[in-house]
Structures are given as C-alpha cells and as structure tokens.
C-alpha cells in the first residue's frame, strides 16, 4: 500500500517540484542534474524503491560532487522513513 502511494506521488512531480525540494535543502542544481534526477524518478521508480545502490551508483557518476552528497544524506534520511 505504502509502495503505492509513493510510486503515484513521484509519477505526479514536476521539475521544479524537485527543484524545489533542492532548494529548500540548500541545493542548487545545474539544468543536467534536474533533468537527470526527473528523469530518474519518472523511468527507474521500481529501481529506486528495490535497488537504490544501483541508483545511487550511478548518481554518484552523472551528479556534481555537491549534489551527489546531499542526495545521498537525503537518502540516508528520507528512505528507512519510507520503508520501515
């Protein structure tokens, strides 16, 4: 149910939702980061809710170093939140 619920809210944000939620969190994010963070939302929902190892991988490679790590904090807080 709570999987649900998720996958629906995420498949209903926008681009400046999550530029948004950078912003709140001190994050500024280049056009690339945005449109690669949506993107990944929007076409590898199932991969971050099963692996987000594999997300976080390959975020670490396409993301700037400052980006990356707020991600990741953010991660680190939000997710076990989600799923536990």
Partial sequence: MK????????SHLTKDDINKFAKENNVILSSYELDFIYDTIQNHFDTILN???KILRIAKEK????AYNKLYELY???YPKLYH
């Fill in 3 to 10: 999987e649900k619920f998720i996958k629906s809210y995420a």
């Fill in 63 to 66: 993301l700037q170093p400052g």
């Fill in 76 to 78: 680190v807080i939000y």
């Fill in 51 to 53: 692996d987000p190892n």
